[in-house]
């Protein structure tokens, strides 16, 4: 495990007890500082663990997920997220939580972001967000941003998402925690509510066109 002034360490692992066909949710923190420009990740497999995957397994898991309904979302989204998430793993500390099935070792879930600081925030997404949000935008100050969260729509089972999301939020609960969705009536948007997201305000074009719903979880 790690903590955000912590290095660069193997997964800790969380598995269903008496449940051992259940992929068990590996937890992967990045170096503080980033991986550095030349980083490519390594392509799960059997016996691959405690190492961040690389974006095009990022882009699978994620296009394929938000290709179904109610999201429906054109495959070109998958391709912009994957980008961010191979810049900031190689520019900055990201904490990724992550499932791979068994016995191939491909990747089947993930949840992954990073601290915030709206100091280091310089491009115009965040500028749109600050905007938007105005004066509550100061709830979102030294919390973990929600980058991505994904789960294989042929691996439906036993709240496979619900876990991965879960050993996320654990990592960085006591700091807080927001993201940003589609604002519509969604199975994602259900589980942030369950696990205690509520409503914020509004951010920047989400991929339906309609201004995003950001979505915050008090430190606790």
């Known amino acids: 495990m790690n903590d955000l002034n912590g290095q660069s360490s193997p ?43 690389p974006r095009d397994e990022v ?9 179904e309904p109610p999201l429906n979302e054109d495959p ?31 990747l089947s879930s993930f949840a992954y972001g990073h601290h915030w600081k709206w100091e280091e925030q310089k491009y115009p997404w965040a500028f749109e967000l600050q905007r938007r949000l105005g004066e509550v935008s100061t709830e979102l100050e030294s919390t973990f941003a929600l980058n991505l969260l994904a789960r294989d729509p042929n691996r439906r089972e036993r709240g496979l998402g619900r876990r991965t999301l879960e050993a996320w939020i654990g990592e960085v609960g006591r700091f807080g925690c927001w ?9 994602a948007r259900r589980l942030y509510e369950e696990l205690g997201f509520t ?21 606790r």
């Open 59 to 67: 882009e699978a898991v994620y296009g394929a997920a938000a290709a």
């Open 179 to 187: 993201l940003q969705t589609d604002d519509i009536d969604s199975p």
């Open 11 to 53: 997964a800790d692992h969380i598995a269903p007890s008496g449940q051992a066909d259940v992929p068990a949710v590996e937890i992967v923190w990045g170096m503080p500082m980033g991986m550095g420009p030349l980083w490519q990740g390594v392509p799960s497999g059997p016996g691959i663990a405690g190492v961040l995957p």
């Open 76 to 106: 070109r989204f998958a391709a912009v997220f994957a980008d961010v998430y191979e810049v900031s793993v190689r520019n900055g500390q990201v904490l990724m939580t992550l499932t791979r099935t068994q016995p191939d070792g491909r």
């Open 199 to 219: 409503e914020l305000g509004h951010g920047p074009e989400a991929p339906n066109g309609h201004p995003g719903l950001v979505m915050f979880r008090s430190p």
